[in-house]
């Protein structure tokens, strides 16, 4: 072959390097959302479990309520923690509309919660009561979640953000018509059992569409 002669690439080649790029870049951000999936699934499972096993005339564990709602908000700041630096982590380095969209989201997050404060502070000193007022205020940041979580699938189109986020409204909304203490159970088994669900099921899915798409059309 001559050395002037340019070195010849085909289509198909071309169209394999491609997937094997995008499945490389698909598996790590497969990976952080698994990763935050699973993050939330351990802090609503152990930081609703105190409250479950402490609250009610049937508690199994003398521990004060003090206590048990420092170990859920310690799970909780832990869980926003890790969230943050894995979003970082995942976003590093985009440009555009997509980078435009996930600081929105973000943002949608933040402010969504202060207006739960608001409804806390103005719930403080209400007749309800510490224990009617803690159920309201936390299954209204609960649904909040949901609705959240449903809006995001529905913008990056991801089935599984959004039927985690229905999932979430179910389950928030039967806990609030059960109260005290089977709202924290619910939250502890099905919520957080239902991220380690969404977890587990959707890595070998998710493996298998990068399978595909690695391959080659044509080539048996």
């Not at 080649?13 to 699973?38: G, M, P």
Request: net charge positive; with cysteine; proline share 5%.
């Amino acid at each position: 072959m001559d050395a002037d002669e340019p070195t010849s690439f085909a289509p198909q080649d071309a169209l394999k390097v491609l997937d094997q790029q995008t499945s490389r870049a698909t598996s790590e951000f497969c990976f952080n959302e698994n990763l935050l999936y699973a993050v939330w699934g351990v802090c609503y499972s152990l930081g609703f479990l105190p409250l479950a096993l402490s609250v009610g005339p049937g508690r199994l564990v003398g521990l004060p309520l003090g206590t048990a709602l420092g170990i859920l908000f310690a799970f909780l700041a832990a869980g926003i923690v890790v969230s943050a630096l894995l979003s970082v982590r995942a976003t590093r380095g985009t440009r555009g509309a997509s980078s435009v969209q996930g600081r929105m989201y973000g943002l949608a997050w933040c402010l969504s919660f202060l207006g739960v404060f608001g409804v806390g502070h103005r719930l403080g000193p209400s007749t309800l009561g510490p224990d009617e007022t803690g159920l309201v205020i936390n299954g209204i940041s609960m649904m909040l979640v949901s609705a959240l979580f449903m809006a995001g699938g529905a913008i990056w189109r991801d089935v599984r953000q959004f039927v985690v986020g229905l999932w979430i409204s179910v389950v928030t909304t039967l806990a609030l018509i059960l109260g005290l203490p089977a709202y924290y159970w619910l939250m502890s088994l099905l919520v957080g059992g239902g991220l380690f669900i969404a977890t587990v099921v959707h890595g070998p899915a998710q493996r298998m569409l990068i399978r595909n798409r690695a391959r080659v059309p044509g080539k048996g």
